[in-house]
């Protein structure tokens, strides 16, 4: 796919095209721009990635193993070393802060892996969520139980023995302890059940419903675009596609590329 400096159609959905990024992401809660990001020398695996979120929006990312997805919310987060472009939140520069920092400035990250502290508690889990704002716990825990009110009941249970469903509830909970305003969520549905699946995407929903900017990297691709607001179709560290969650779902190319024949609709 050749990358086009201007946006051109491709039966729904869009080709990504800069200026488009510009003009959505004025007003955007974050916002990601020509990012360029790798681990080692020589070698980036960002190659200049535009995105944004706008308040409230549920944005869904897609793409193959090994696109940069998982990369793109690290440097998002401070936790890869950005080389060249920029991140921005709420109109402030935030490239290469760290993520304690981030934290403190209302971002949110659930990392794709070793999401939990295993040897604690839920409760422990919830406090660590909240250890830069202790006075904090009790009225958050509140609102986190009543998201999922299966970490209040089991409290006092040492989330490495918990399902994978509950883990990835534990780590959704303690990233929304310190009640951010934007979330980044790396593959939350992963190694789940279709049931719990469903679950994960429904609690995503009523987050984001809260007010809550939602950025969310997904492998059940199909599901993730029906959810989101707006898709980014990631490959090769650079943005394919771009366009209502929807309209990329039904795109024939990305259809073709990226979620198979069996998604193919009549
Ligand atoms: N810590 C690391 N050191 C070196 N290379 C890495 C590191 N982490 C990831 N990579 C490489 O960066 C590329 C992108 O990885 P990334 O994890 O961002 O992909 P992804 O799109 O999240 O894939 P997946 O769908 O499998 O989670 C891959 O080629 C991967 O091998
Ligand atoms: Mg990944």
Do not use: W
């Not at 400035?105 to 794709?112: A, D, E, L, N």
């Not at 609102?143 to 299966?150: A, I, S």
């Amino acid at each position: 796919m050749s990358q086009s400096p201007t946006t051109a159609s491709t039966g729904g959905s869009t080709v990504v095209g800069r200026d488009d990024h510009l003009q959505g992401a004025e007003d955007a809660v974050l916002r990601v721009d020509e990012l360029v990001a790798g681990y080692l020398p020589g070698v980036n695996i960002l190659n200049g990635t535009d995105l944004y979120a706008a308040p409230g929006e549920l944005v869904g990312i897609i793409g193959p193993n090994g696109a940069g997805k998982s990369t793109l919310l690290k440097a998002m987060f401070g936790l890869v070393k950005v080389r060249e472009g920029s991140v921005t939140l709420r109109g402030e520069e935030i490239t290469g802060l760290k993520a304690n920092k981030l934290v403190s400035k209302g971002v949110g990250f659930v990392p794709q892996n070793n999401n939990v502290f295993p040897s604690l508690t839920i409760e422990e889990n919830m406090q660590m969520g909240c250890y830069q704002a202790p006075k904090k716990f009790k009225e958050r825990f509140g609102v986190v139980t009543d998201l999922f009110p299966t970490l209040g009941e089991r409290r006092s249970q040492r989330a490495g023995s918990l399902s994978g469903g509950e883990r990835q509830m534990v780590a959704m909970g303690r990233a929304l302890m310190m009640d951010p305003s934007v979330l980044l969520l790396d593959e939350p549905s992963a190694g789940l059940s279709p049931a719990k699946q469903d679950e994960v995407f429904l609690r995503t929903r009523e987050i984001n419903a809260t007010g809550v900017s939602v950025v969310m990297v997904e492998q059940n691709a199909r599901r993730c675009l029906q959810i989101c607001d707006r898709g980014y179709v990631l490959d090769q560290g650079r943005n394919a596609y771009t366009g209502a969650g929807r309209a990329l779902a039904n795109d024939p190319k990305v259809i073709e590329l990226y979620l198979g024949t069996l998604g193919k609709v009549d």
